[in-house]
């Protein structure tokens, strides 16, 4: 079956500690987004790559990194730099680059805590 | 960056009444979204509107997209406790494709 796949589910990181979640899709999609959701708010853009090799800053990319070597990956690595990186991360995936008759697809989100 | 806002935050309501949630932006809107999440988990898609004065329904939700393609509305007759959850809008700019969110509303029901 197509989907998206964020593994692991679970992540515990000390602090001082860079760690990467991955992303997966077997969609065939030019677009892949990373979002940061904190309790009771929203999701909020780290970033977006509408195509392999390329990427943009969304609204919250300071402290984050990505890369887009591959169609079928998108992984994001939170570092050190991140003041507050305890939160849920969902990952998403499009046709792209832009949505026009087709939803966003969602992966089941990392659950980020630093220890 | 697209700005969403939803309305009410949250809210509570008695099985069997209706509700409706509230996304406004302060563009207008390419293409406007409505996601549903359970708590810890990812979105599910529930329905998309692209043209001004759409209107969708799906089993007892309808959303509506108004003439000026900048408010959204997702209504919901007749609730029932699977209805429980976050509902977020969504939607992309004009002239760029970040597909952005608004904060979401958390709906009860209650028996």
């Known amino acids: 079956d197509g989907g998206i796949t964020q593994s692991p589910k679970y992540l515990f990181r000390k602090e001082g500690q860079n760690v990467t979640l991955s992303c997966e899709q077997n969609?065939?999609?030019?677009?892949m987004y990373w979002y940061r959701q904190d309790p009771g708010q929203g999701l909020r853009l780290i970033y977006y790559?509408?195509?392999?090799?390329?990427?943009q800053k969304g609204d919250i990319a300071e402290g984050y990194s990505v890369s887009r070597e591959k169609k079928e990956s998108f992984p994001l690595t939170v570092t050190s730099a991140q003041k507050n990186p305890t939160a849920f991360y969902l990952c998403?995936?499009?046709?792209?680059?832009?949505?026009?008759?087709?939803?966003?697809?969602f992966g089941q989100g990392t659950r980020l805590t630093v220890v | 960056s697209q700005e969403l806002e939803q309305s009410p935050q949250s809210l509570i309501v008695q099985e069997g009444k209706n509700l409706t949630i509230n996304c406004t932006s302060s563009?207008?809107?390419?293409?406007l979204y409505w996601y549903k999440q359970k708590y810890g988990e990812g979105l599910i898609f529930l329905m998309m509107?692209?043209?001004?004065?759409e209107e969708k329904s799906h089993e007892k939700i309808t959303a509506k997209l108004d003439e000026k393609k900048q408010q959204s509305s997702l209504h919901i007759t007749a609730s029932q406790p699977s209805h429980a959850g976050i509902y977020l809008c969504?939607?992309?700019?004009?002239?760029?494709?970040?597909?952005?969110f608004g904060a979401g509303t958390t709906v009860t029901v209650r028996a």
């Open positions: 998403a995936s499009s046709v792209g680059p832009s949505l026009e008759d087709t939803e966003a697809f």
């Open positions: 969609l065939n999609h030019d677009a």
């Open positions: 790559s509408q195509i392999v090799n390329d990427f």
């Open positions: 563009k207008t809107l390419y293409g």
């Open positions: 509107l692209q043209k001004g004065g």
């Open positions: 969504g939607a992309e700019g004009l002239n760029d494709y970040k597909l952005s």
